[in-house]
């Protein structure tokens, strides 16, 4: 079992930056696949960035946003310039495993114009 706990959400203007946080418990952090997900009001959750063997970014945040991971801290984080408003929304940190996937609550994430 995993617990996800994100943090580093708010209330920014479009061009600020912002990094997200996910505080992993348990053990084996390294051999996960950790990964970010978002979920704007009426949308489906999407994709958003992943760290595992390879590191990947949906196109639509790719050169602004930028996913690391801390095995020591057992700690992922999502560093995020240049925001835009469509950059609204709720962001999960997810953590896949050889015994399933695991969701943290999530964290707002709020652009104005």
Do not use: H
Not at 21 to 26: F, L, M, Q, T
Not at 29 to 55: C, D, H, L
């Amino acid at each position: 079992q995993v617990q996800l706990v994100e943090s580093g959400g708010g209330l920014v203007q479009a061009g600020d930056s912002l990094r997200l946080s996910c505080a992993a418990s348990g053990r084996s952090f390294s051999t996960y696949i950790m990964s970010w997900y978002r979920q704007a009001p009426g949308k489906e959750r999407e994709f958003v960035a992943s760290s595992g063997g390879n590191t990947v970014y949906a196109d639509s945040v790719k050169g602004r946003f930028t996913i690391s991971r801390d095995n020591v801290k057992n700690t992922v984080y999502l560093q995020m310039n240049s925001l835009k408003p469509e950059d609204t929304a709720v962001y999960y940190c997810a953590a896949r495993g050889k015994y399933g996937l695991y969701w943290g609550q999530g964290t707002q994430v709020t652009v104005s114009s």
